[in-house]
């Protein structure tokens, strides 16, 4: 049996890809590490929290004697890493904690792999460190300029991406200085369901089922590109099990939408399937001030992912779109647990030390 770590398995693309290992890979024992902070919800993993070939531990990356302990208790053979503070908007305001998080949290993580693996009769052969990180990293494009390939100079803005693209360093670094087998995939926008309700997506979906504003930064303009988030998880999985070590792999959806249009693109969905006339809802969106440093275009160029591995995005975003509105209508309950905080304090008592 192969055992796995996979961290920030309760969030949102974490649950997706801890929920495929666990259904694909029965021989494989998957052992999901999450701090369960307010982005990290059990409730997103209820169908599989009971699998044989499934462990949840509550721990925080950032502690290096937890870390320890665990890879001493199982003979860990892969990590994925997902584990981050991972919204924009927090990191303006909070820089510190994306400090924190995402570059000592992934040190020290590589540290406690090191360690492990170092004293492991077959040293590193076998095991492989699998860093999740964003285009965000890649800094900002202008419309005119051609996609982000993993040749593009590192430009990040934003404090998130800058704790992103010094995580992403020092896994490389692992690799070099100590020869550890690392890979790091740089993928685009994810959407679908689970996705914590401060961002875009699953934020304007529930204020137009509520009737509120729609708060576009700026015009609106700014361009992103989207990808559903269990073909990222598939991505992952493929990436995992035959990337070359070392490597890295944009993954993204050749799927840019300007801000404006998405969200009508939205408002269109919400209100068809709520059985709206057209245009009940287009009159809650309201431009409000823009991100501090808003990155005007993110756009992957996954070339590289489908010419070596054969992957593509499998889903039109029309589909994933009306499948990611239907989600979220159909579960109001997820959605009101957070809004309402209820889950936080449940799980605060749940797994209190
Ligand atoms: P998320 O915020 O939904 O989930 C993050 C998870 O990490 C949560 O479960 C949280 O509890 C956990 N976590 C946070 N700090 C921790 C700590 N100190 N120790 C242990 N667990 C901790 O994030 P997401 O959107 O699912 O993103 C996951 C990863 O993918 C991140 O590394 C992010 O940078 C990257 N990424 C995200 C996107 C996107 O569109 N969401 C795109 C590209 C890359
Ligand atoms: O590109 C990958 C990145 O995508 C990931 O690395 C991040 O973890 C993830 O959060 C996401 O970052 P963005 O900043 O692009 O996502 P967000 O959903 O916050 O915003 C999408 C766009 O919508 C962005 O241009 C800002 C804008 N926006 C967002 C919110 C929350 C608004 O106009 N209004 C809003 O209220």
Known sequence: MKHIIITGGAGFIGSHVVRLFVNKYPDYHIINVDKLTYAGNLANLKDIANAPNYTFVKGDICDLDFLLSLFATYPVDGVIH???ESHVDRSIKDPFTFAQTNVMGTLALLQAAKNSWEKRADGYANKLFYHISTDEVYGALRFDDTLFTETTKYDPHSPYSASKASSDHFVRAFHDTYGMPVLVTNCSNN????????KLIPL?????????????????ENV???????????AMDLIFHQGKVAETYNIGG?????????IKVLIKTVDRLLGNAVGTSDHLIT??????GHDLRYAI???????????EPSLQFEEGIEKTVKWYLDHQDWMDNITSGAYEKYYQEMYKK
């Open 254 to 262: 050749f799927n840019e939408w300007t801000n404006i249009d998405l």
């Open 204 to 220: 304007f979906i529930n204020n137009i089922r509520h009737g509120k504003s729609l708060p576009v930064y700026g015009k609106g």
């Open 224 to 234: 992103r590109d989207w990808l559903f988030v269990e073909d990222h998880a598939r």
């Open 301 to 311: 160029d996954a070339t590289k992912l489908k010419n070596e591995l054969g992957w």
């Open 287 to 292: 431009h409000v001030t823009d991100r501090s």
């Open 82 to 84: 997902l584990a981050a």
């Open 191 to 198: 959407y679908g369901p689970y996705q914590f309700p401060e």
